[in-house]
């Protein structure tokens, strides 16, 4: 009696070991699961060059990603953005255009490839991509296809021209398609947030999504495009939009902020430095955009901040939250694996200004004493209790990480 009992509960126990088994193997064993562990790295052609994408331009690209030390700092994915396709052939298959790229899609991931670097392209879940080419809608799978014999590793999935399609359900099946295809390919939604896909984007398989327009090359402020449709943003009406929004983002799925701007001319290198420092706090996907082969030195300085990148990067994958707002001064906090806080002091007034964030506001008890490191100085700032106050000048930071 009391060992058939035993026996029984020994069954039952083997049972649902083997299921679990069984149900994570499932899960694991996908082509897309593991992806985007940190939030993705690397470079795309749309904010500088939009429609002008050519192989050359790319290879160039790949090449300076290399030389430029933006591999070493953790870049590794080379993006083509919209314009690279032209049209269908008979069987659907979608066309690169001829003229630039006269050997083929396959040729520039090869090379890609042979740097050791990630190859990237774009494509649309409506009829046309928002340039007027052909979109994906009825050829997912024959195109996740194409894209994994080319050796694609990224693909950025745009929403215009999907008229009364279903965001979710349209996402869902791209990511089907590129799972069927056997190549773990990144899925980047990018549907500005319309449908709320930090709700939806995770559970479709989405490795980011966009929850904003597109970025402008401004500090701030939100601008109509020429159709009177809303809107483009500038960095802080990005951030304002992100801020809600970190709860919902972890390894393998991240709020995408959009891509970078630094070094495009639009705003001063201070502005760039806070950009650049704000999308780490944010635990964004940094994807420069900006024309890599000719960057001054203050601009390449900015893209390969290891220490920033480090809080970019971090294992824990917690997205920052602002955790204080005065007016136009603001404290963003970002929790760090080994317990410490990565810490931004924000300004975004006409004026220099000192701005503090206590250790109340950063979850720890004001009585700690903590060590104190400027990510952009460089530099250790000394033991400090209760709350780390400094200057900040207009549209400018101060970055610190603030370690118990
Ligand atoms: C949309 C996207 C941009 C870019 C363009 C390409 O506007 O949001 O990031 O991909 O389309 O046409």
Redesign the pocket.
Known sequence: MQTGRVVSTTFIFACLLLFITVLSAQENSVPSANLALTPPMGWNS?NKF?CNVSEDLIKGMADTVVKSGMKDAGYVYVNI???WQVSRDANGNIVADPQHFPHGMKAVGDYIHSLGLKFGV?SDAGSK???GRPGGLGHEYQDAIQYAAWGVDYL?Y?W?NTTTQDAKASYANIRAALDASGRPIVLSI?E?GKSQPWLWGKEVGGNLW?AT??INDRWGGQEKWKDGSCCSNGVTAIIDQEAPLYSYAGPGHWNDP??LEVGNGGMTDVEYRSHFSLWAILAAPLIAGNDLRNMRPEISDILTNKEVIAVDQDALGRQGERVAKNGDLEVWAKQLKDGSRAVVLLNRGAAEQQVSASWQDLGYPNSLSASVRDLWQHKDLGQVTGKFSAAVASHSVVMVTVKP
Do not use: L, V
């Open positions: 749309w939009a953005d919209d314009c774009y991509t928002c340039a950025k745009d215009c990018c500005w966009r327009g597109d959009d891509m």
